[in-house]
């Protein structure tokens, strides 16, 4: 089994009612829910946060900002938002050290990663290096993979390399939008992959629902 993160997002950017989507998943038996960012201000994070808490979900932050002050502000907002895990960003000594201490689940990107929204670059086998690498950093807890936003590298060899590079929890992120994909990240090792912008435009089976479509993945992510 694949775990599925429903990103309350579409572009990499938080949408505006994600407290009201979220109502619409509370009883779906999710786990997994996140947001950007990028959008709504932390004190809204807060409530959707809180609401997600409520309902017994974990919550993921996934930092998309394209600078390094930017980044590291994010990640100091994270933890007065008060999420469980944050995924993303590219400066992994600086973000742990922000983090230290908290209990967060911080899973960074490996590889070369630029733009948004975020592309991800480079060899197979120098990302799953950069991947081993973060993994080694003390307050790092797994990776956060571009895994289908990468214009070359086919995405299960990508995914497996860097699965078999470390321990921690392998988030595929990004362009996920068939429930082939999914069979394809969970047979490559991935602990989990997360959707937002597919089922906003209802490209998911069980729509044209939201709550329908997270139904249909989480089903295809228990089979897989």
């Known amino acids: 089994m694949i ?5 309350l997002t579409r572009d990499d950017v938080t949408v505006p009612d994600a407290r009201g989507v979220l109502a619409q998943v509370r ?14 201000e932390p004190e809204e994070l ?9 309902a017994g979900m974990e919550v993921m932050l996934e930092v998309v900002s394209t600078s390094r002050e930017e980044e590291l502000r994010s990640l100091r907002a994270a ?16 973000g742990a050290a922000v983090l230290a ?8 990107f490996p590889g070369t990663v ?3 929204p975020s592309v991800l670059s480079g060899e197979i086998a120098e990302i799953a290096t950069d991947a081993a690498r973060l993994a080694a950093l003390d307050g790092v807890h797994g990776a956060d993979l571009l895994a289908y936003r990468h214009r070359t590298a086919d995405a299960a ?5 860097v699965a078999d590079a470390i321990d921690g929890p392998v988030i595929a992120a990004g362009s996920v939008a068939t429930l082939e994909q999914i069979g394809v990240l969970a047979r490559a090792g991935a602990w989990g992959f997360t959707i937002g912008t597919a089922i906003f ?15 249909a993945v989480l089903e295809a992510a228990a089979g897989s």
Request: charged letters at 25%; one cysteine or more.
């Open 201 to 215: 435009e209802e490209r998911l089976p069980g729509g044209p629902t939201v709550a329908g479509q997270v139904r």
């Open 3 to 7: 775990e599925f993160v429903f990103m």
């Open 27 to 40: 009883d779906v038996g999710l786990r997994y829910v996140g947001f950007k960012d990028i959008g709504p």
């Open 157 to 161: 060899a990508l995914t497996r390399a």
């Open 114 to 116: 630029t733009g948004h």
């Open 101 to 108: 201490g908290a209990g967060v689940r911080y899973c960074p």
């Open 46 to 54: 807060r409530r959707v946060t809180a609401d997600a808490h409520a």
């Open 79 to 94: 933890l007065d938002i008060g999420v469980d895990w944050v995924l993303g960003g590219t400066n992994a000594e600086d």
